[in-house]
Every structure is written in structure tokens, then in C-alpha cells.
């Protein structure tokens, strides 16, 4: 009977959202209009990624293998985070990887009525609990767990529910430098009349209440990181996205308000676009769900579905270990890889009087029992000496990373990816050898 109520409350009103959405012709037109400067990854860095689309990947990629055979003097892309160093192993994965769906799946809008989080697949959230109770990078008991299409909309999701609707300015939204170059543009590229950008926390002085962003491990440094701002008003949002034992030592399993996943970095899918919530609070966790209904009306029930295999698959990669040497668990795998790179890399950066990378301390992780020092998903490379400008000085030698400006400081940093394939990693870390070899 209660059961039946809330299905019917639940039904009114979300069949109103739904006829609100698929009516008003008018709100289309102007995302469409909005499209054009939102679409892609072109978000990240504006100015100059407009010819950055997939596309252009591809064909950047295959320069990559090309200029290969001929000697390596083509462009190589580092700018963005795209994680294809995983396609290897989720390649050696095969079927246990596989997930098939037939036609007459997926069809409703509903995943799970009962759930706070509507669209929530239920399988999708059983094999998030899962991996995390593996893993013991976070806390998942007593928490709601919200779906977005990739943690980028969940980010957005989140400063709609933290910000009060009546408030007489926009809550300020602040994170330390270097911070993540998205943050930013998308906190101010709808013009919210809800909150705003107000840049580094760390230079943060004004009264009243306001979002911290802790990204830790951060992008784009890879340092850990706590709140720095530290006031009562103060609401927090950890970004948890690199909180992965291949990337750095598991130390603690994360227990904070709202903790953000995304399958991106830590299995590698950044195309099958999902990210996930912890939330403690069931208000927030209920706004972040209002959001996503009027954004997208739930989240793709497909990629729920596949994510959920691929999760398993990283769960039961862990259920051969000690019984069968077929599958190489995958965080191993992920880990081994970090390694090497960041061996090779620092190698090309020692040999050079040109650079220098930041130095993290060893810690244990409480997953693998190794200790280790942090391996991030992104280096970020300083220039030393005379060179002011680091990216333009790259981009001369046909390396393309993302310079300092847009994570807040200076243009002596700049972040580069350590997720692409192995050749152009290969690739880079000897020109950047080679560098060295020919500055006076
Ligand atoms: C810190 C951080 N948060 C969020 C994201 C976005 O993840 P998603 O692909 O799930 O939208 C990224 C992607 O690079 C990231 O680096």
C-alpha cells in the first residue's frame, strides 16, 4: 500500500517532468543554441579545442602510429585525460567483459522506482557497493547513491542541490590551485543565478556560505588534498575520481558528505559516461536526483547496464587471484603500468635540465599492501629555467599538454595525460629525452 502511494506520488509528478520535457519545444532550441560552446570536450579548454573533437583524435592517433614507422616527428597529444592505456587489458578481458543487450531491454525510462534515484539500475549500484567494499576507498553504508552521465553531471547536479533557490547572490564555489580546468567553465557557463565561480580557495576571503571542490588525488598536481578554506559555512564536495589503488596508496575508505566516482578513470570507460554519487544527506541526494530529471531525465539504462558488467569484472578479476593465473586482476594491472610510466617519465625529466615533476610521499595502501609513492593519472611538469610559457614551448616540439593558466597558476606548469597508449607514451618520453639533447 505505502509501496503503491509513492508509486503513484512518484509517478504524478515525475509524468509531469516528463511532459514538461518532451513538450516545450523552446527549451531544446536553446540548448541547441548553448551546444555549440558546450559540446565535447571543448569545455575544457576553450579557446583552443574547438578542432579537439573525436575526430581529430583519431586521426592525431593514427599520425601517432604512422609517424611511428617513420622515425616519431608527429604531433603528440597529451591535453586531455582520455584513458585508452586500459584498452589492452579490457581487450585480454574478452567475454567476462562483454555484456549483451537485446531490444526489448531498457525501454522504460524507470530503473527502479522504489530508489530515491529512480534511474538508478539497481545491478549498476549492487556492483558500486561491491568494488568498494574491495577496494576500501570508500564508505558506502548509509549513503544514497546518484547516478549522472559521468561525474560531470553529477558535478553540476551537485551545486543545484547545495545552493538555496532564495539566496540574494550566487554561493560562491571555490577550489584550490592548481584546480581541475573544467571546474570553473562549467560552475559559470550557464550564467547560474544559483552559484559562481570564485576561483582558488586558498585566496577565498569572503563572508557566507560557500562550495569547496577537494579534489584528492587532484588533477592536475596528484597531491592529496583536505578542505583549505575551513569556515562553518563552508559545504564540501570530494572528488574522488583518482581514488584508485593504481594510482596512488589507498589509505583510509573515504567517509566524507558527498564523494564522486566516475567509471572513467577508474576502469578507463570514459565512453560509457557514468559517474556516481555517495551522498549521505537524503535532501541533497533527492536534489542531485531533481537535477538530473530535468537535465537528462534519468541516465542511459544501457550504459548502466554495461558499466555494472565491467565493475563486476574488476570485482571478480580479484576472485581468480590464488586460484587461477588466467586473469591479472585489473588494479594490478593498472598499477604495473603506472609504474613503468612514471619511471620512464622521470627518467626523461632527470636527464633533462629542462623540467622537473613533483615528488609525493611514499604511503601504504591498505588494498594491495605495497607501498608506494602516488603514480597520477596526469604529470605535472614544470619549466624550469628561462621558459615562461611551458605549453607554447611543448607545442614547438609538436607536444601538445595544457598549460598552467587554466588550473589557476602559472604558466610554467602545464599537465600532461599519462593515459594514453603505450606508444605515444612511448613516444613522448623519448622526445622529451631527446630534448635535453638539444638545448645549448
Ligand atoms: C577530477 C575530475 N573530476 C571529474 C572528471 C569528469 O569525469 P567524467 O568523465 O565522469 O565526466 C574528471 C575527468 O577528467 C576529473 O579529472
Not at 537485446?102 to 539500475?121: K, M, P, T
Not at 560531470?152 to 545552493?163: D, G, I, M, R
Not at 583518482?242 to 567517509?255: G, L, V
Request: net charge neutral; glycine share 6%.
Amino acid at each position: 500500500m505505502k509501496d503503491q502511494k509513492m508509486l503513484m506520488g512518484f509517478t504524478l509528478k515525475h509524468l509531469l517532468v516528463l511532459s514538461l520535457a518532451l513538450n516545450v519545444g523552446l527549451i531544446s532550441r536553446v540548448v541547441y543554441v548553448g551546444e555549440k560552446s558546450v559540446s565535447g570536450l571543448c569545455l575544457e579548454n576553450q579557446d583552443k579545442k574547438e578542432a579537439h573533437d573525436s575526430k581529430k583524435s583519431r586521426l592525431v592517433t593514427s599520425t601517432v602510429s604512422k609517424e611511428l614507422q617513420n622515425g616519431g616527428d608527429g604531433v603528440i597529444d597529451l591535453d586531455h585525460g582520455d584513458p585508452t592505456m586500459y584498452e589492452r587489458f579490457w581487450h585480454e578481458m574478452g567475454e567476462k567483459s562483454t555484456f549483451v543487450i537485446a531490444g526489448h531491454q531498457s525501454i522504460s525510462y524507470f530503473s527502479d522506482v522504489r530508489n530515491l534515484c529512480w534511474f538508478l539500475e539497481p545491478e549498476f549500484a549492487n556492483s558500486v557497493v561491491r568494488l568498494h567494499k574491495i577496494v576500501g576507498n570508500a564508505i558506502t553504508e548509509d549513503r544514497h547513491i546518484v547516478v549522472g552521465t559521468g561525474s560531470t553531471q553529477l558535478f553540476q547536479a551537485v551545486l543545484y542541490a547545495l545552493s538555496p533557490p532564495n539566496a540574494s547572490e550566487p554561493m560562491s564555489v571555490v577550489s584550490a590551485a592548481p584546480f581541475y580546468s573544467l571546474y570553473p567553465l562549467l560552475t559559470d557557463y550557464l550564467m547560474s543565478a544559483l552559484y559562481k565561480w570564485a576561483g582558488d580557495a586558498y585566496e577565498f576571503s569572503k563572508d557566507g556560505p560557500y562550495i569547496e571542490l577537494v579534489t584528492s588525488p587532484n588533477n592536475p598536481d596528484g597531491s592529496t588534498r583536505e578542505p583549505v578554506v575551513r569556515r562553518t559555512k563552508g559545504l564540501l564536495v570530494h572528488d574522488l575520481a583518482y581514488y584508485w589503488p593504481q594510482y596512488t596508496p589507498i589509505s583510509f575508505p573515504a567517509d566524507h558528505d558527498i564523494m564522486l566516482f566516475t567509471v572513467s578513470k577508474s576502469t578507463g570507460h570514459a565512453g560509457i559516461r557514468l559517474g556516481w554519487a555517495l551522498v549521505k544527506d537524503r535532501e541533497i541526494a533527492k536534489k542531485m536526483t531533481n537535477f538530473i530529471e530535468l537535465n537528462t531525465i534519468g541516465v542511459s539504462r544501457d550504459s548502466q547496464l554495461r558499466a555494472a558488467k565491467i565493475l563486476q569484472a574488476v570485482s571478480e578479476s580479484y576472485d581468480y587471484v590464488g586460484n587461477s593465473k588466467e586473469t591479472e586482476p585489473f588494479f594490478e594491472y593498472g598499477y604495473n603500468i603506472m609504474a613503468k610510466r612514471w619511471k620512464q617519465l622521470r627518467a626523461a625529466v632527470n636527464k633533462s635540465k629542462l623540467f622537473s615533476l613533483p615528488d609525493f610521499p611514499p604511503g601504504t595502501c591498505t588494498f594491495s599492501g605495497r607501498t608506494f609513492e602516488s603514480q597520477p593519472a596526469f604529470a605535472w611538469l614544470k619549466c624550469e629555467g628561462e621558459i615562461e610559457d611551458c605549453e607554447s614551448f611543448l607545442r614547438s616540439h609538436k607536444i601538445w599538454t595544457r598549460g598552467g593558466k587554466y588550473f589557476g597558476v602559472s604558466s610554467k606548469y602545464v599537465r600532461i595525460s599519462t593515459l594514453s597508449r603505450d606508444e605515444t607514451f612511448d613516444l613522448f618520453t623519448e622526445r622529451l629525452s631527446a630534448m635535453e639533447l638539444e638545448s645549448p
